[in-house]
């Protein structure tokens, strides 16, 4: 039988004890069972992650890998959890609050990019993993000089994790800009013909907007005024300096 969840997230503890067996020594660990199923979730999706595709890869029989992890439900949790606590941070050095924090969300994003299928977990177990807990303190820091107290520290971050995780899941779906383009310039007569002089504010607005970005969306240009705002809002809460900081 598998440990329970918790003592599987824990296991490369140094000060956890580790309980032996008998019976030969298992050719695979349950973290090249996850990493396994992370490589192919970062290939094909979280579809592609099932204990039979495992136990294949690994040429074990499915009831191997159960000794393993519990059920798939635990292998993705501990896939998150392993994910978050491989990911590499930029250091905040002596940056400025807002510098902090700008970083945890282009780290974040950057995560999510190189993980998409984390869109797609929602998971709280996955708090209860070394490495989100580690990942979670440092993010935490971000605030770090201000007169927030822990509750509206844990919101702040809260707030621009949200924003980090539904910006990344339109940039992840969204169709290529190239390809929405060409698919444009074949539909643009079409649509002033159908539209006419109906709906005037969004004709005008869309057709500025649209050249400025290329396209009908242009993600670089969404996320930098999405946190900017973002930015700003923080700024409003009491004991954060309004004020521009230059690092």
Do not use: C
């Not at 501990?78 to 902090?100: G, V």
């Not at 929405?180 to 539209?195: H, T």
């Not at 969306?217 to 705002?229: C, I, N």
Request: charged share 25%; no cysteine.
């Amino acid at each position: 039988m598998p440990e329970p969840l918790l003592d599987l997230l824990w296991r490369n503890r140094a000060d956890v004890p580790v309980i032996r067996r008998r019976g030969p020594k298992a050719r695979h660990s349950t973290t090249d069972v996850v990493t396994l199923a992370i490589d192919l979730a970062d290939e094909d999706g979280l579809g592609a992650v099932t204990i039979r595709a495992l136990a294949q890869k690994l040429e074990l029989t499915p009831m191997s890998v159960y000794t393993h992890v519990n059920s798939r439900d635990d292998l993705l949790v501990l896939m998150a959890d392993q994910a978050h606590a491989r990911m590499t941070p930029t250091s905040f050095a002596r940056s400025a609050w807002r510098t902090r924090v700008r970083r945890v969300a282009d780290d974040n994003l950057a995560l999510l990019k190189e993980h998409p299928w984390l869109l797609d977990l929602d998971d709280p177990r996955t708090a209860l993993g070394p490495g989100t807990i580690a990942k979670y303190d440092r993010e935490l820091h971000a605030f770090d000089g201000t007169s927030l107290d822990d509750v509206a520290r844990d919101a702040a971050l809260t707030f621009v994790l949200d924003f980090t995780r539904a910006t990344a899941a339109r940039i992840v779906v969204r169709p290529a800009t190239g390809e929405f383009g060409e698919l444009w310039e074949q539909s643009v007569a079409g649509l002033v013909a159908y539209l006419g002089d109906d709906l005037p504010l969004a004709q005008r607005v869309g057709r500025v907007a649209g050249e400025a970005m290329g396209g009908p969306y242009d993600a670089e240009r969404a996320w930098q005024f999405g946190l900017a705002r973002v930015l700003a809002g923080l700024a409003d809460l009491e004991g954060i300096d309004p004020a521009p900081l230059v690092d």
